[in-house]
């Protein structure tokens, strides 16, 4: 099965573990990605539209979960049997992860520019891991 982009909230506890084991257990774990239901509500729109719009669909999803801090959103490339179409009410885009993330399969970090903000993410290769860790610390 070929691999699937996905992107995943990764709170802080998450994000130092990927920093220092270089993997994450993923089990029940809910992202987003370029799902059917999405291609079929964005016919008209490109890949790339699409990549953004499911971006955006988790990072409003977990902008609550951990108030007082950034999100930090990963943009992974998983096999697709870790990744099952989960969609909820509007949120066509939501898959849930089980298995392991591998430091090598996340290309991104997308990260809040300020502590609890909605506006534009700030893009971190994953060469930048460590400053990622550190914001905030």
């Known amino acids: 099965m070929a691999d699937v982009r996905v992107y995943l909230a990764l709170p802080r506890p998450a994000l130092v573990q990927l920093a220092d084991d270089s993997r994450v257990a993923l089990r029940a774990w809910p ?31 977990t902008a609550a979960e ?32 089980d298995g392991e993330l591998l430091l090598d399969q996340v290309a991104s970090l997308h990260v809040d520019e300020q502590i609890d903000s909605d506006d534009e993410l700030l893009w971190y290769d994953i060469t930048e891991l460590a400053d990622v860790v550190d914001l905030d610390s």
């Open 31 to 61: 992202a987003a990605a370029v799902t059917s239901f999405l291609r079929s509500s964005m016919a008209e729109d490109d890949d790339e539209e699409r990549e953004y719009a499911a971006l955006w669909d988790i990072a409003r999803a």
């Open 66 to 97: 951990s108030p007082g801090e950034r999100r930090v959103i990963a943009a992974a490339d998983l096999p697709g049997s870790m990744v099952t179409e989960d969609p909820q009410g509007e949120w066509v885009s939501r898959v849930v992860l």
